[in-house]
């Protein structure tokens, strides 16, 4: 509403402009609403004269009743919806597993990597005979790893498991798998980007 001096609001005004508030109203009324408001500075009433306060006080309550009723008639935008990696489908990790069950070496050995907010990450050469690790060595330097950070690291059949585990559980998870042998190339556990997630990376992965 444009006007050219301060004036007061009755009462009787903010309870009017409860009740318009209230309606439903769309786009269109709400523009007609607000141009019903806006009046010639020289047949605004003048707040002096007792008799032109209920005019006074219709006037006010369509000013704020349009300012209420297209704040509610218009919805705020939407921003983007967030992106959570879908949990992985039992089948796609049974799937996986049965082929790397069928075409595992007896002995073999991987590069592995760990992202993660966590003392294990970094990246590692491994080497598995007979089902557990029997080499554990960080890449770069080819130190052996201490207790307190082998006990993280998985054989491939450890990282199935885990992958199982967090699907049943409903735990975000992102996997893909090698073409050739089936086991997990790249597995995302949680989420990452929120702090609260490992990513595994699986590597020249060969026979002993």
């Known amino acids: 509403m444009r006007i050219g001096r301060r004036m007061p609001i009755a009462p009787a005004a903010i309870a009017a402009t409860g ?4 309606r439903s109203i769309g786009r269109a009324a709400c523009s007609r609403l607000a ?6 500075r020289s047949k605004l009433p003048n707040p002096r004269l007792r008799t032109d306060m209920p005019r006074l006080s219709r ?24 992106v959570t990696p879908a949990p992985a489908q039992a089948g796609d990790v049974a799937a996986a597993r049965a082929k790397w069950d069928a075409r595992k070496p007896a002995a073999y050995a991987y590069d ?28 770069d330097t ?22 199982a585990a967090a699907s049943r559980e409903g ?35 060969r026979p002993l």
């Open 112 to 139: 592995f990597s760990v992202t993660c907010f966590c003392i294990h990450r970094g990246e590692y050469a491994v080497e598995v005979r007979g089902g557990r690790i029997s080499s554990l060595r960080a890449k």
């Open 171 to 205: 735990t975000p998870v992102r996997a893909a798998y090698d073409a050739a042998l089936g086991y997990p190339a790249e597995a995302e556990i949680g989420m990452l980007a929120n702090d609260s997630g490992t990513l595994y990376r699986i590597a020249n992965l």
């Open 59 to 82: 006037l006010f309550a369509l000013a704020l009743a349009a300012t209420a009723a297209c704040t509610s008639a218009i919805p705020a935008p939407e921003g983007p919806a967030p």
């Open 35 to 40: 141009r019903t408001v806006i009046v010639p």
């Open 142 to 163: 080819g130190a052996a790893v201490p207790e307190d950070r082998a006990a993280y690291i998985l054989t491939v059949d450890g990282l199935f498991d885990r992958l």
């Open 19 to 22: 009740a318009i508030h209230r």
